[in-house]
């Protein structure tokens, strides 16, 4: 059994990627960092902790993480997501609290301390990774596997971007983090919206029928409102369990630090001039992924 670290902004698709792990049997979740993205980190943090718990993982320890990007503002997506970042779901409110060390922090300590490789899954801004690197940059060579929700490759007729015309949200939301982590040495596998945008690996209001409980009232409103979901983060989780269903190729890849609507563009490197950083996922087995991901959901 693989044990990961999940770091992320739930957000309703956050949200359904911890639903997902915790139903895996291939997968223990050893802790959750949360940062700001989808919505403020109070709310992030609170909403990570609700999940867990109506999972019935209130023993997973989370970690409150950064407030803001590592130089800019904040953008949040409330209107996507809801005024609670969960979908307006109600969900009970946590009995637990976040534990008192920085999501960064903890981050740094445990991958440098720890005896065995450790892996991540980041389906949110990078910035507590970022931060964590800055840190103590030798913990780059002790992460295994390193997936990450993020990015725009121009790979497929859907890359395209979800902020701007060329923009994923969480290279948009922090591209300097974004840039920073990519170029750390860690090996990154990315799953960015070359996939996730296509309407072939969308939840539709049928299949959320299908789902469990939990799933369906977090996506109740979401759906309503948008007609069809889009599994960005659950994407990357299932990358994560099951990368036999993808297809990826290595590419050299920077993030636009700019302003405007090119910020955290990805500047790909098509030519194979420079020297890969990155594993981008260009294919998914767009049948299977659905039924692993509905299979799953249905029995939360």
């Known amino acids: 059994m693989r044990e990961v670290i999940v770091d992320c902004d739930p957000g309703v698709d956050d949200a359904l990627s911890l639903i997902y792990l915790a139903m895996s049997k ?49 953008y ?25 060390e920085e999501a960064h922090r903890f981050l740094a300590s445990f991958i ?8 991540i899954l980041a389906t ?18 002790k992460i295994d596997r390193f997936v990450i929700m993020g990015g725009n490759y121009f790979l497929t007729p859907f890359g395209y971007g979800n902020v701007t015309r060329v923009s994923e949200f969480n290279f948009f939301v922090d591209p300097e983090a974004a840039h920073m982590v990519l170029h750390s040495g860690v090996k990154v596998g990315a799953v960015g919206l ?3 945008q296509d309407p072939g690996t969308a939840l539709t ?15 109740r409103n979401p759906i309503s409102k948008l007609n069809i979901f889009h599994l960005h ?29 090119e910020r955290g563009v990805c500047l790909v490197d098509k030519r194979g001039i420079a020297k890969p950083n990155i594993d ?4 998914v087995d767009k049948r299977t992924f659905l039924l692993e991901v509905i299979e799953k959901l249905s029995k939360a």
């Open 124 to 141: 949110g801004p990078l910035t507590n990774l970022a931060r964590a690197l800055s840190l103590r940059p030798g913990i780059a060579e």
């Open 233 to 261: 983060d659950p994407m990357a989780a299932v990358f994560y369990v099951k990368p036999s269903l993808f297809r990826s190729t290595p590419l050299s890849v920077s993030v636009g630090m700019y302003d405007g609507d």
């Open 112 to 119: 440098w301390e720890n005896v065995d490789r450790v892996d």
């Open 280 to 283: 981008v996922v260009y294919r």
């Open 26 to 74: 291939a997968v223990k979740i050893l802790a959750v960092t949360t940062v700001a993205g989808n919505h403020e980190v109070e709310y992030t943090t609170n909403n990570a902790l609700r999940v867990l718990e109506a999972l019935g993982l209130d023993d997973v320890p989370v970690y409150k993480g950064s407030p803001a990007p590592l130089t800019r503002e904040l």
């Open 76 to 100: 949040t997506v409330t209107h996507i997501h809801g005024n609670d970042g969960l979908g307006d779901s109600d969900l009970p409110m946590p009995s637990k609290k976040p534990e008192g």
């Open 194 to 196: 070359d996939v996730t």
């Open 205 to 219: 209001g049928r299949m959320v029928r299908l789902l469990g409980d939990l799933p369906k009232r977090i996506l």
